[in-house]
């Protein structure tokens, strides 16, 4: 099987397809928590958010998931890690003080678990939602007010 990596983007930049299994990769926390594999939490509901601290549009959807999906769905078995593209721990740790959010942040120093889900020169921006099983259900690019209300909607679906 051909890597990701090999694979054509899409117009939005996804080397990914709903309906596939999402690419599993290790989430390594910047405040040195034990480190885990994203296959380890097969049987909840995940959602990557793709971010970085120089993304203006992630700066003004993270707000929004913090407040419409997070606080919403952390205590019903909504598992959010914010994957912060390219910068350190120490970088990382201030971007989530300064945005005021409160689900993780993780790290992704070199590029490498972006690299699973989109072309490398594509946008930031984008949210991936993965079901119980483990499959990718949903995706969105940029943050756009009525594609994030139907993220919401699947969330909603999958934790029912």
């Known amino acids: 099987m051909a890597q990701n990596s090999n694979k054509t983007p899409d117009d939005r930049g996804f080397i990914v397809k709903t309906g596939e299994q999402a690419p599993d990769f290790t989430i390594k926390f910047p405040d040195n928590k034990p480190s885990m594999k994203l296959s380890d939490l097969r049987g909840k509901v995940v959602m990557l958010q793709f971010t970085a601290s120089w993304c203006g ?28 593209r390219k910068e350190y721990a120490e970088k990382v740790l201030k971007f989530a003080k300064k945005t005021k959010v409160t689900y993780p942040l993780i790290l992704d120093e070199d590029g490498s678990i972006f690299k699973k889900y989109a072309d490398e020169n594509a946008g930031v921006t984008r949210n991936i939602l993965i079901d119980k099983e483990g499959k990718i259900v949903f995706m969105t690019r940029l943050f756009e007010q009525n594609e994030f209300n139907q993220l919401i909607k699947k969330i909603e679906e999958l934790l029912l």
């Open 57 to 84: 549009v992630c700066i003004k959807e993270m707000p929004h998931i913090e407040k419409d999906i997070w606080n919403t769905f952390k205590n019903k078995g909504l598992h959010i890690y914010g994957v912060d």
